[in-house]
């Protein structure tokens, strides 16, 4: 990851846990970001490992104190401060001293009173870096502000907000979790080849199994020539209910979490079941409007209806809030009534909460594999059995691509 990505994702991080309520993470995030801002910033003058942060900022040339005179401009307008000591547009310098000695006083003061006193002073830093480190996150939030609103913060949702609390520390952990796949001594051991009933009891230990999962996926896919690449592997903790893993196209534009802006195949793991189903990301509203068309009448899905009508274990099912499972059928009795649930699924999706920026935390219709861990028994889940029911919905997956390219190339 080169550093720019790094601090965009970092910043990210900050914006989401000052929304989250997580402050005194958020101060300190701030705190180490605008020094990291400034060290970033090209100067004519140099700068060496014994220049003070006041120098820096002393030194900085006209060109950027300029932009960053626009930024204030732009902000102030929108965003009135009520401190009484608060330096003009105009004054850029003194504004970013003024950011420096808070800067000095979250790292050598008392956080508390700071928090208690300065948070026109917080909230300008926080957004500052925001808009200069992650700006077209920063835009976004910016442009779907409403009329009279205090904080620029409240454009964004709780759950938008954990997902750019989450951005960094999934990114950070790709690197990781090839290295652990990878591992022969560990990645050759057959139990680490399988999903054990057990496994589901611990969900770090699933996760653990589902990185070894992850790396078999990736070759089985380059043995087969399919044009998917694992995505993320989603970070757990002790409050956690699921572990998600998306694949996505190889030719995604992405930093690295395509999953959450895209449709993709996903293998799910919860204390009940794991799961190879077709998904959708909190950011696919039209996408989702979409899917509902292929399911009703497209030729693309009739044709892969008739390849898996055989397929006796397949489900439909659905989700709300992301991974909560329920009005699980089998597939054949589905095609019996899809139209009533395609029905209540385009009413559900019409009348779903704005502003379009919202994530949306369900999904209908969904098709997929489910494997129960009371099924299970005293067994396991080998992963090599796992091929050809991934095999169904990445063939399912290409034929909804299939349909999406072909209704954009009809009504461009």
Known sequence: MDEKTRLKLATRNLVGHYRLGHEQIALLLASALFESLIDSLQNAAGWDDNTSLENKINTLPVTTLSKFSEYFLKLDRFYPKSCSNWIAP????????????????????????????????????????WSQLAPKSFDKAYQSRQQGQKSVFKTLFEHSADYMVRG???????SKDEKTGQYEDRGKDPKNHRIAAVDFENLFTLREKMVFLKYYISQWLDENQISLKTDILTIIDTTSGYIWMPLVPKNSASDGRASVYECSVSLLATPFDFRIYMDFGGYQREKRKLYYKFLSD????????????????????DIDWYFSKSNERLFSKWLLSKDDDLAKANEKIASAR???SSPITWNRCLHGYVFSKQDLGDGYIDFSRMENKLQDIIELYCAFLNYEQRVAEETA
Do not use: M, W
């Open 298 to 317: 497209s030729p693309e899905y009739k044709e892969v209806v008739n390849r898996l009508t055989n397929k006796p274990c397949l489900k439909v099912f």
């Open 168 to 174: 960094l520390s999934e990114v950070e952990f790709l």
């Open 354 to 356: 704005r502003p379009e």
């Open 90 to 129: 105009n004054q850029p310098r003194r504004r970013l001293h003024n950011f420096r000695q808070l800067r000095n006083r979250i790292v050598h003061g008392n956080i508390n009173s700071i928090l208690s006193g300065q948070r026109d002073k917080i909230e300008d830093l926080i957004a500052f870096l």
